[in-house]
């Protein structure tokens, strides 16, 4: 059986959706998982009963930034795009079965954000930089973004990383991501450590959980887009699946021992 992993629908703009969603499952299922969409118009009742059949959790990116009155900021950026309350609501109740049930969890680029918000920190509203993080409109769309990131060489993420370039050095890593946002983690949330920035100008990269028994990972740029050809990308999506299968199987072992 394949591991099933919950993804939500990413916006509720469906061209964008449509749009982007299938690079996801293309990516989970060609990590060997199955892909589980959660409509964004579900009841609660109905989302939580997703959840249960499910053995990971991936958040995608999004067109909209999160609302910052959640991490405690009055004064909205003019640059802020506006807040999709229907993909909020269903982010909100996987990361609850998340976090109450240790399924692994992968945030991407928004994904990243929801998770550091819900679990207490906050974002950068809008990234001033000399490094371009996202296209510019008078840039065509399908321009790639790309720079440079350097990866805590103790991290969950360097294991990853150095396991699919077969890098034996135990010292930092620098991999080029693409990278198409213009808000980032700026204080990171309960239980996040920081673990990859970017090299020219320290925009954080990349977060994990702290607790060695739940496996969380967040990345700013978008692996999905380049998994058929990036080493890095594909086994960042192998890691949750296999995660995620580890946890199901543990989970029926303990459901037997509590029988027996």
Request: glycine fraction near 6%; proline fraction near 7%; include cysteine.
């Amino acid at each position: 059986m394949k591991p099933r992993i919950a993804i939500p629908i990413p916006h509720t703009d469906s061209k964008y959706s449509s749009r982007t969603l299938p690079q996801y499952k293309a990516a989970i299922e060609d990590a060997g998982g199955e892909a589980v969409e959660i409509p964004l118009t579900l009841s609660n009742a109905e989302i939580a009963n997703l959840c249960k059949t499910c053995d990971g959790v991936l958040l995608p990116g999004s067109p909209a930034d999160v609302d910052p009155e959640k991490f405690g900021v009055a004064n909205r950026h003019p640059l802020t795009a506006p807040a999709d309350p229907l993909r909020d609501n269903v982010d909100e109740l996987l990361l609850q079965d998340a976090h109450n049930m240790r399924k692994p969890l992968l945030g991407i680029c928004y994904g990243v954000q929801s998770l550091n918000v819900w679990r207490n920190g906050s974002l950068v509203q809008h990234i001033e930089s000399q490094v371009q993080h996202t296209r510019r409109d008078d840039q065509p769309r399908g321009t790639v973004i790309r720079h440079e990131a350097l990866i805590d060489p103790a991290s969950r993420l360097a294991s990853i990383v150095r396991s699919a370039l077969n890098i034996n050095d135990v010292g930092p890593i620098q991999i080029t991501v693409n990278s198409s946002h213009h808000q980032s983690v700026e204080r990171p949330g309960d239980g996040l450590k920081v673990v990859a920035r970017s090299r020219q100008d320290d925009i954080i990269e990349a977060v994990e959980g702290t607790a060695r028994e739940h496996w969380v990972l967040g990345v700013q740029w978008h692996p999905e887009r380049t998994f058929a050809e990036d080493g890095p990308s594909r086994a960042i999506f192998r890691a949750l699946v296999e995660a995620a299968k580890k946890w199901h199987e543990k989970t029926i072992a303990d459901f037997e021992t509590v029988r027996r």
